[in-house]
Each structure stands twice: as C-alpha cells, then as structure tokens.
C-alpha cells in the first residue's frame, strides 16, 4: 500500500471519529483492519439511493446503485463509484490469501474484494459498515 495523502495519529483518528457520532468499532477497522461481525452492520441492509463515503475522510466510494444483497451479511458492492477511490493490497492473515480494500486517501481499512460477484464485473467488494457513511441522494 502506498503512503496515505491523509495521515494522522491513532489519538487523531479516534478524536475525529468520535467527533463524528461514528460507532465505537469503527476505530478499530479502519485503523486497525478489525472486522464487524457478519448482520451486524448498520449499513447492511440499506437500500437506499445515495452515496457511501469513507467514515474517517468523506471521499465517495461506492454508489447505491451498485450495492446488492450477496448474502453475506455485509454491505456488497459490485465497483467502487471512481477507479482511484479504494486501493487494494494483498492481505495473508489467518493463512488464507484475500485482497483487503482501504480509502485511497486516508488508507482506512473498508472490507476485502472477491472474486465472486455479479455482472458486470465479477466482483464482490465486501466492507464493514463501520468504516462507512451514507450520504442520501437528496443530500450527496
């Protein structure tokens, strides 16, 4: 992963989110690659048509138009909403060999991306609703 345009420190990090109402786990996945539990999420079964954004910097990443239901228990996607909006690095935790997905500008820790997904690019970005907001279309 390259170095992040936005940097500051984990006090940092943790001030800004709690000055946004962002929930407690959040910290802890975007900063410290931690995962929510599966239906856990309070993003997971929005539907509605709006923007999601990265909870610790506010650059869009994904589009409600391309959010749909895989199953999983986190909110899926299908694309991020630019080519330059999320970054991917190779992640070998727990043995087993996944592509983690973070905010291109903060380096914040989203989810992980699969191969699986629906048309038209195969792909299944997997994030934790904890490392996202939603911005309602009438408000993006």
Not at 12 to 40: I, M, Y
Not at 83 to 92: E, I, L, S
Not at 98 to 126: Q, S, W
């Amino acid at each position: 992963m390259t170095t992040a345009k936005i940097q500051k420190t984990d006090d940092e990090w943790r001030a800004l989110l709690q000055a946004k109402g962002a929930e407690p786990l959040a910290f802890q996945v975007t900063r410290h690659e931690a995962t929510e539990r599966a239906f856990s999420g309070k993003l997971a079964d929005q539907k509605a048509d709006g923007v999601y954004t990265c909870i610790c910097c506010d650059k869009p990443l994904f589009s409600a138009s391309t959010k749909y239901d895989s199953g999983t228990g986190w909110p899926s996607y299908y694309m991020p909403i630019a080519p330059d909006a999320v970054g991917t690095k190779v992640d070998g935790v727990l043995f087993m060999k996944r592509t983690e997905v973070h905010c291109a500008d903060c380096g914040a820790h989203l989810g992980h991306v699969f191969n699986d997904g629906p048309k038209p690019t195969g792909l299944r970005y997997c994030m934790n609703s904890a490392s996202l907001a939603f911005k309602p279309a009438d408000k993006a």
